[in-house]
C-alpha cells in the first residue's frame, strides 16, 4: 500500500521544530537517504533467486540457456549490490551517512528485484498466472509462508506467491522517491551535474 499525507496550515511550537523552519525538504531528504538504503536486502534477493532456480529446474528451464544466462546476470548484479551494501553498512557503522549510495542501493536494489519477479513468472509457467490471494499473509507476500493444504492452491508451493510479488514490486521503483528522482540525486551529488 502506498500513501500520500499532505499537511496544510500546520502550527508546530518551536522546541519541536527538527531543522530550520522552511527547510523541511532537506530534514526529510537526510531522512530518507536511511530507508532507500535500509530497503535492499541481498540475501532476500539471494533467498529468491534460488527459489526462481529451483522453480526453472522443476519445470525444465535449467536446459534453456536464455533463461539460464538471464538468472546468471541478476546472479552476478545482486553480488555485486551486495558489496556496495556491505560498504555502505561498513561507513554506517562508523557514523557516517550513506548519502547518494543510498539512492542507488534502492534504484539498482528495485530494478534488480523487479526483474526477478519477471523471471519467477516465467519459471513458474502457468502456476505463475494464478492468483491465490489466500496464499499471503497480511502485509503481502511473505518468502517461507505456506498456506494450509485444504485452501486449494495450485501448483508448487514456491509458485504461490509469485503473481502476488510482481504485482506489488511494480510500486519499488515508485516508492521513497521514484527510481527517475534516484538518479537525479545520483547526479548531482555524485556527477556534479
Same mark, same amino acid.
Given at each position: 500500500?502506498?500513501?500520500?499525507?499532505?499537511?496544510?496550515?500546520?502550527?508546530?511550537?518551536?522546541?519541536?521544530?527538527?531543522?530550520?523552519?522552511?527547510?523541511?525538504?532537506?530534514?526529510?531528504?537526510?531522512?530518507?537517504?536511511?530507508?532507500?538504503?535500509?530497503?535492499?536486502?541481498?540475501?532476500?534477493?539471494?533467498?529468491?533467486?534460488?527459489?526462481?532456480?529451483?522453480?526453472?529446474?522443476?519445470?525444465?528451464?535449467?536446459?534453456?540457456?536464455?533463461?539460464?544466462?538471464?538468472?546468471?546476470?541478476?546472479?552476478?548484479?545482486?553480488?555485486?549490490?551486495?558489496?556496495?551494501?556491505? $560498504?555502505?553498512?561498513?561507513?554506517?557503522?562508523?557514523?557516517?551517512?550513506?548519502?547518494?549510495?543510498?539512492?542507488?542501493?534502492?534504484?539498482?536494489?528495485?530494478?534488480?528485484? $523487479?526483474?526477478?519477479?519477471?523471471?519467477?513468472?516465467?519459471?513458474?509457467?502457468?502456476?505463475?498466472?494464478?492468483?491465490?490471494?489466500?496464499?499471503?499473509?497480511?502485509?503481502?507476500?511473505?518468502?517461507?509462508?505456506?498456506?494450509p493444504a485444504d485452501q486449494g492452491h495450485v501448483g508448487p508451493d514456491d509458485s504461490l506467491t509469485v503473481a502476488a510479488k510482481y504485482l506489488n514490486d511494480r510500486a519499488g521503483s515508485i516508492y521513497a522517491g521514484t527510481n527517475e528522482?534516484?538518479?537525479?540525486?545520483?547526479?548531482?551529488?555524485?556527477?556534479?551535474?
Amino acid at each position: 500500500i502506498q500513501n500520500d499525507v499532505f499537511f496544510s496550515e500546520v502550527r508546530v511550537p518551536k522546541a519541536n521544530v527538527v531543522g530550520k523552519v522552511g527547510e523541511g525538504w532537506t530534514v526529510a531528504k537526510y531522512l530518507m537517504e536511511f530507508e532507500r538504503g535500509g530497503g535492499v536486502s541481498t540475501p532476500g534477493l539471494k533467498a529468491r533467486l534460488g527459489r526462481i532456480h529451483a522453480m526453472a529446474a522443476a519445470e525444465g528451464l535449467s536446459s534453456d540457456h536464455g533463461f539460464m544466462a538471464r538468472l546468471s546476470a541478476l546472479a552476478i548484479e545482486i553480488d555485486a549490490l551486495e558489496a556496495v551494501e556491505l $560498504q555502505i553498512l561498513s561507513n554506517l557503522s562508523q557514523g557516517d551517512a550513506p548519502g547518494a549510495k543510498s539512492s542507488m542501493m534502492k534504484t539498482v536494489g528495485t530494478e534488480l528485484s $523487479q526483474r526477478l519477479t519477471e523471471l519467477g513468472l516465467e519459471a513458474a509457467g502457468v502456476y505463475g498466472a494464478a492468483y491465490q490471494p489466500h496464499a499471503t499473509q497480511p502485509g503481502g507476500p511473505t518468502p517461507n509462508y505456506r498456506p494450509p493444504a485444504d485452501q486449494g492452491h495450485v501448483g508448487p508451493d514456491d509458485s504461490l506467491t509469485v503473481a502476488a510479488k510482481y504485482l506489488n514490486d511494480r510500486a519499488g521503483s515508485i516508492y521513497a522517491g521514484t527510481n527517475e528522482i534516484q538518479r537525479n540525486i545520483i547526479a548531482k551529488a555524485v556527477l556534479g551535474l
